[in-house]
């Protein structure tokens, strides 16, 4: 999995590619999440517009990242998600805990 972050205002923008499964994408993606949550970044937008595939530890980190940024007053949204991301998401009946996105620009924005 490459995991690209880029500060765009005061919004954190992560650009994922590739597979959101158990062992080292779950693991890296966790870290990034906690470093910049640490920090005081809590407004995060997630493009899963290049993630294929999710699994349960996926949505765990994705979930527990919602919950860590909205403890901390701010929020997660998501962008683009896949088909097969939106029906894990959907199946795990998390999909309403999401904004969800076309583009990238518009949930930056949306933090404003």
């Known amino acids: 999995m490459d995991i690209d972050i880029r500060k765009s205002g005061e919004v954190q923008v992560f650009r994922l590619r590739g ?16 470093e910049v ?6 407004n995060i ?3 899963l517009g290049d993630v294929r595939w999710i699994d349960s ?6 979930v527990k990242a919602l919950t860590s940024a909205k ?16 029906q894990t ?3 795990c009946g998390l999909l309403p805990l999401f904004e969800i996105y076309n583009e990238e620009s518009e949930a930056v924005q949306s933090f404003t």
């Open 37 to 42: 949550i640490n920090v005081g970044d809590t």
């Open 45 to 47: 937008v997630l493009n």
């Open 71 to 86: 403890r901390n007053g701010g929020t997660l949204k998501l962008v683009n998600p896949s088909k097969p991301a939106q």
């Open 57 to 62: 530890s996926g949505i765990g980190v994705v």
């Open 89 to 91: 998401l959907k199946m």
């Open 19 to 34: 597979p959101l499964t158990l062992g080292d994408p779950v693991d890296d993606l966790r870290r990034a999440l906690d």
